[in-house]
């Protein structure tokens, strides 16, 4: 009957305005989905790994600072504040991330294992740096060492370059004395006593050569460069040595001390030589370690930008989903409309 069929009309009509709600509530989850994903995953990570390309670089210029501390304690303070820096990181190293594509995941690996190179060699630079300053004290000792032998051996030997200086004073006047005035025996007295001094003159001028050369070489910038300075040292100690046996025997016993530590302070496992190769050998070290996490830092951030990109990536596809699933709604919105109008008119018309 009528009342029938304008029952499965108005059933109809109903069913059009449930197929709208059952649109618009997968228009809202699928839209709901995207703005989840977009806002609580990837923009999140894409801030965080940002965040930590930027802390990463930051620790890796403050690592140079402990190259130049001066004492233990600044390398402390300086261990310490990086050490810290690098504790703040590791919110930013969680794992429990959500991976797009298996290039992430890996990416992801990638960024955990250059950071942990990267701490290890920080680790490694402050133990450098440690040892570094045990030489440093050391050298200064060992330097002490060098200035109080040249001053032993300078005071030692500074009388007798006097005498000599005032025998060849006397030397010179007695040749513009009429030689009547002077005998043969105190002429030949004075020229024994003038040749008995010259070595000690000529000792006075090897101290204080391998003074300065020594203390040159603790300002050497390579161990090639040790190499060339010790070579004319080691001569001059030779000449030392020889030197030493001819001056008198008070002079002899007290300068062949000196000579030996002289000798120490050349060649040995304790020399200055040895002690500026050895600290010239961690500062390459610690420079090395230093161009390593500079490297391993360019690597995190290419990895980091990667990661970025794919998040952005990711965020734009879910825009993109979201719209176009915005467009199909308001579509089947509009075309249920016009299907509900146009089923009431043809009601109106044919009942």
Same mark, same amino acid.
């Given at each position: ?43 999140? %990570?894409?801030? +965080?790994?940002? %965040? ?9 210029? $403050? ?9 233990? +304690? ?18 930013? =190293? ?7 594509? /298996? $290039? ?5 690996? %990638? ?26 004290? !050391?050298?200064? #000792? ?7 032998? #040249?001053?032993? $051996? ?9 005498? !000599? ?6 030397? #010179? ?38 003074? #300065? ?10 161990? /090639? ?45 304790? +020399? ?12 390459? @070290?610690?420079?090395?370690? =230093? $161009? ?17 990109? +794919?998040?952005?990536?990711?965020? %734009?596809?879910?825009?993109? @989903? ?30």
């Amino acid at each position: 009957g009528v009342r029938g069929r304008l029952l499965l009309a108005c059933l109809g009509i109903s069913a059009f305005s449930l197929v709208a709600a059952a649109s618009g509530l997968y228009s809202l989850w699928q839209v709901g989905g995207a703005l989840t994903k977009i806002t609580e995953k990837r923009v999140p %990570e894409a801030l +965080s790994w940002l %965040e930590l390309s930027r802390r990463v670089e930051s620790v890796v210029r $403050a690592a140079p600072a402990l190259l130049v501390v001066k004492t233990d +304690s600044a390398r402390i303070k300086v261990s310490n504040e990086i050490e810290s820096q690098i504790s703040q990181l590791k919110p930013f =190293l969680k794992t429990n991330r959500s991976y797009e594509t /298996e $290039a992430e995941k890996t990416a992801t690996d %990638e960024v955990l294992n250059l950071f942990g190179d990267m701490s290890v060699n920080l680790a490694s630079l402050n133990v450098l740096v440690k040892k570094r300053l045990y030489i440093v004290a !050391l050298e200064k #000792n060992r330097i002490r060492d060098l200035s109080r032998a #040249n001053s032993i $051996a300078q005071r030692m030997l500074s009388p007798g370059e006097r005498i !000599l200086g005032a025998q060849m004073a006397d030397w #010179n006047r007695s040749q513009e004395i009429d030689e009547a005035n002077q005998s043969s025996d105190e002429k030949s007295d004075l020229l024994n006593s003038i040749i008995a001094l010259i070595p000690q003159q000529r000792a006075a001028l090897l101290v204080d050569s391998i003074h #300065n050369n020594l203390l040159t070489i603790t300002d050497a910038d390579s161990a /090639e460069r040790i190499d060339v300075l010790i070579f004319p040292l080691k001569k001059s100690l030779k000449e030392l040595y020889e030197v030493s046996l001819i001056v008198s025997k008070r002079t002899k016993r007290r300068l062949a001390k000196q000579v030996a530590i002289l000798e120490d302070l050349t060649v040995g496992p304790k +020399s200055l030589s040895q002690i500026r190769k050895n600290e010239l050998a961690i500062i390459t @070290q610690a420079e090395e370690l =230093l $161009a390593a996490n500079v490297r391993l830092s360019k690597f995190l951030t290419n990895r980091v930008n990667f990661l970025v990109k +794919s998040a952005n990536s990711d965020i %734009e596809k879910a825009n993109l @989903q979201a719209v176009a699933i915005q467009t199909l709604n308001r579509n089947i919105l509009i075309g249920i409309a016009v299907l509900s109008l146009v089923s009431s008119l043809l009601i109106v018309w044919l009942y």
